[in-house]
């Protein structure tokens, strides 16, 4: 298990990693520990590293921060970071359950071995650990939520501004068009998307703005 490795991070308990990444289908079958008093272990101090990282980072009242820290620690984060880091091909699950390692075991195991970096090596490599994994998200403003129309709509009524979606062109024909949006603020174009649906369009033109104004 050299996941870790790129990270420069060496695990003294093996065992403690091991239990971190098997399931309660696995331990059920072949007995010993699952990773769920990990999981919530790791729950705990990640929160208390963005916590303190969007704090500094941004000068937004509680109810902002706390949306910003939910979508960058939200099921589809974790799962993306646990792929990121390699920990999903080590995971250790019960033969019904092989077929169905889905997101929210690979979610859950980020967590866990969060928890087993804590305990093993202390917070600050868990903290440096964690804004390594965050920090190419954190840098293109992503935010894992599906519904980036609302998100930029609670961005821009923070600042009290403008916003609207315009049609650019609709081309193709009426089986298969492709829509094509602008984000408009305040009367400046902030980001641009296109899609086989309007909504799709208005979607990843609220995405691409996004990128922008969360700066």
Known sequence: MNFLDKYNIKITNQELLQTALTHSSYSNEHGGPNYERLEFLGDA?????????????????????????????????????????????????????????????????????????????????????????????????????????????????TDKKSLLYRLVSETGPSHDKTFVFEVVIDGIVYGRGSGKSKKDAEQKAAYDALKKVAK
Do not use: W
């Open 45 to 157: 101090v990640l929160q208390l590293i963005t916590s303190e990282y969007f704090y500094k980072k941004y000068d937004y009242q509680e109810g902002e921060l706390s949306k910003i820290r939910a979508s960058f620690v939200c099921e589809e984060a974790l799962a993306q970071y646990a792929k990121d880091v390699g920990i999903d091909k080590y995971i250790r699950v019960g033969n019904g359950q092989i077929k169905n390692i889905n997101d929210t075991i690979i979610a859950d195991t980020f967590e866990s071995v969060l928890g087993v970096i804590f305990l093993d090596q202390g917070f600050d490599v868990a903290k440096k650990y964690v804004l390594t994994v965050l920090d190419p998200y954190v840098l293109e403003h992503h935010v894992f939520l599906g519904d980036y129309k609302s998100r930029l709509q609670e961005m821009v009524q």
